[in-house]
């Protein structure tokens, strides 16, 4: 089964940039069949996805982040990342990778989210 | 607010039936699949129906999904307390050009 894992820095400053890893095990990161997203939680609030990206390195972004947001992949690692930059404190969030099936249009596996704290 | 419009909560009895609506458009449960997924208190959203009505291995079949027109149902039968927890639908938004999700519906098992 396959796994994912999120890490981040917990804590950052506003006005700095953010950057999440997400760690795929076992497995390969490289197939057609998936891709490879980021959604994030406000604290008590619902899910907002922040984009996707595929194993090609085509990126889909929230067009309400994608001035902000940068998604990458890193196939050797087997890991995907997110950077958002220009943080205030409306993305303190928790912060979660998954995977989207290409042909079943939905977010099959999921990390277990990583809290960041954006406040000086 | 969000673009798929879901109740904030529902109830029910153990062992009872209950529905889940999610409302959306054109652009996006009216012609594209939608998702249904499960919170638990503390832990990350699991997917239970993809595909409009399609559950993943291991999902049990009192988990239920139907779309018609440009609204959405997820469905639970014989309910559990452990089915408390947060219910979201979500799909492609083809004119955002975003995946979209409700606003989510808290489930409580009276």
């Known amino acids: 089964q396959v796994h994912l894992q999120e890490s981040g820095p917990g804590l950052v400053k506003p006005s700095q940039t953010l950057s999440v890893t997400c760690t795929v095990s076992?497995?390969?990161?490289?197939?057609?069949?998936?891709?490879w997203g980021w959604i994030r939680q406000h604290p008590g609030k619902g899910l907002e996805w922040i984009g996707y990206?595929?194993?090609?390195?085509?990126?889909y972004y929230n067009p309400s982040l994608k001035s902000r947001v940068t998604i990458s992949l890193d196939t050797s690692k087997k890991q995907f990342s997110v950077r958002l930059s220009s943080l205030t404190d409306a993305d303190t969030a928790v912060y979660y990778c998954?995977?989207?099936?290409?042909?079943?249009?939905?977010?099959?596996?999921w990390g277990q989210g990583t809290m960041v704290t954006v406040s000086s | 607010q969000s673009v798929l419009t879901q109740p904030p909560s529902v109830s029910a009895a153990p062992g009872q039936k209950v529905t889940i609506s999610c409302s959306g458009s054109?652009?996006?449960?009216?012609?594209?699949?939608v998702s249904w997924y499960q919170q638990l208190p503390g832990t990350a959203p699991k997917l239970l129906i993809s595909?409009?009505?399609k559950r993943p291995s291991g999902i049990p079949d009192r988990f239920s999904g139907s779309q018609s027109g440009t609204s959405a149902t997820l469905g639970i039968t014989g309910l559990q307390t452990g089915d408390e927890a947060d219910y979201y639908c979500?799909?492609?938004?083809?004119?955002?050009?975003?995946?979209?999700f409700g606003g989510g519906t808290k489930l409580t098992v009276l």
């Open positions: 998954a995977r989207y099936l290409n042909l079943g249009d939905a977010f099959d596996i």
């Open positions: 076992p497995g390969s990161i490289s197939s057609a069949d998936y891709y």
């Open positions: 990206i595929y194993y090609s390195g085509n990126t």
């Open positions: 054109s652009s996006n449960i009216g012609n594209n699949y």
């Open positions: 595909e409009n009505n």
């Open positions: 979500g799909t492609w938004d083809s004119g955002l050009s975003a995946v979209v």
